[in-house]
């Protein structure tokens, strides 16, 4: 009877240890030989181990074992059914066997192996969420004796501890998995896709900004990419591990707007009932990006400058100042110039945002970047729609190359979406993309020049406006003219074309 008192005065310790542990120790293999070795020596085992089951093979391997032999048996396995672990692990019934010589059931190999003399032995499964996952077992006393039912609800309380950790090693797994996955696809979804010169342009001059604490104000038409661009300047500089907070200013009108950014306190207005924080609060020490700034108003365009000059603001409703350290990025399809030059932006803001400018070119000036682009939208709706076949048409990319392309890349992912949808399920074809086939108009010519001044610069306008289709590329121009190359470049020196 003492020796039951202790045996449960000695779980009752260990089991006070252990718990303490269970939900801290990031280490899993420690935390399970942690219990397995409380187990024999609270048992006053041999030996012990914990085997686990693996889903692709449907065998028991050995995760943590104790015992003079523990290293040379964790290079056995044990298939589901064979053995007394396996027996265990296929009904999910506990087993207790005095004598192991006297049971069909025991298989003598691994023992015989590893030169270790087996008499007794007891193994209960490890359940998760009702799947086992696994045994736990013990080998023999210490002493010589017998294990015994005691024994087993011991070994049973230890199993319970053991599952409880792989259980939590299992959530901050998928956490993780979770999280690395969020990120994965959030990059996939947020990069900028493309080789064309101008676009590699603008990412140079993004890498640079985003080693600096400048603010930059980064232009260009709606549908150009000026938010991935700003979560490139995010991610390339020292804040990246700090907040991005992103704000269309154009989707509020001012009141909404000032709340979303400085947030209230509660009772500042008809149905504050709670503090809010604000957007500048949210980003301190990482970057606020605000679209759309252009279509800010001259009132908020007075508050926005006072943060930005003094680092610190108020809450909708509150007297004390907060302080903020928050780099700023914004963007417009607005020409801000001549937004200042109208008096409907301030100058003094336009200044403060403007440090560095960084203009995004429209896609119909990156043409060679569409195949890219149509790709890759096209993976991300396969995965939605799960058309893990399905392709884009010469054709179709042809009449792709050969739009002018006003919504830019938003348009394009509209397109490229709309077509998956409505398309066959196996290749996009030209019919299924709901844009026409136009080709840029010829701006004309103007009366009173001589034929051949007239053939001159139709030739400049005509050769130009190719060079603008290729993003540059002179084979790819020649091509669509139906000259040779060399011939092109002899037309681009005698008309002094440059810069394209």
Known sequence: MKTSTKKVSDLIEHLKEISTWVSSVQDLNKLLELIIESAAGVINAKAASLLLLDKKTRMLYFKVATGEKKEEIKEYRIKIGQGIAGHVAKTGEPLLIEDVANDPRWYSQISESIRFKTRSIACVPLKLDNRIIGVVQIVDKQDGSAIDPGDME??????????????HAQSIEEVRRQNQDLKHELGYRHQLIGKSPALQ?????????????????ILGESGT??????RLIHRAGPRKDKPLVVLNCAALPESLLEDELFGHEKGAFTG???????????????TIFLDEIGEMTPGMQAKLLRVLQEGQFYRVGGNIPISVDVRVLSATNKKLDEEVAAGRFREDLY?????????????????????????????IFKEETVMPHLTISEKALEKMMQYNWPGNIRELRNAIER???????????????PIASVKPAYPGLQVGLSLEDAINRFKKEFIILNLKQT???RSKAAKIMQIQRTYLSRLI????IKDI
């Open 201 to 217: 342009k603008v990412i140079g001059d993004a890498l640079k900004v985003a080693n600096s604490k400048a603010s930059a104000l």
């Open 471 to 473: 993003g540059g590329n």
């Open 272 to 286: 504050a009932l709670n503090r809010k924080i604000g957007k500048f609060e949210l980003a301190h020490e990482g």
């Open 225 to 230: 990419g000026k938010e991935l661009l700003a």
């Open 154 to 167: 011991l070994l049973q309380e230890f199993a319970s501890l053991a599952a409880l950790a792989l259980g």
């Open 493 to 496: 020196s005698k008309y002094q």
């Open 419 to 433: 077509a998956v949808v409505m398309g066959n399920g196996k290749q996009i074809l030209p019919q299924d993309l």
């Open 351 to 379: 200044y403060r945002l403007n440090v560095v400018q960084i203009n995004m070119p429209p896609l119909r000036e990156r043409l060679e970047d569409i195949p890219l682009l149509a790709e890759h939208f096209l993976n």
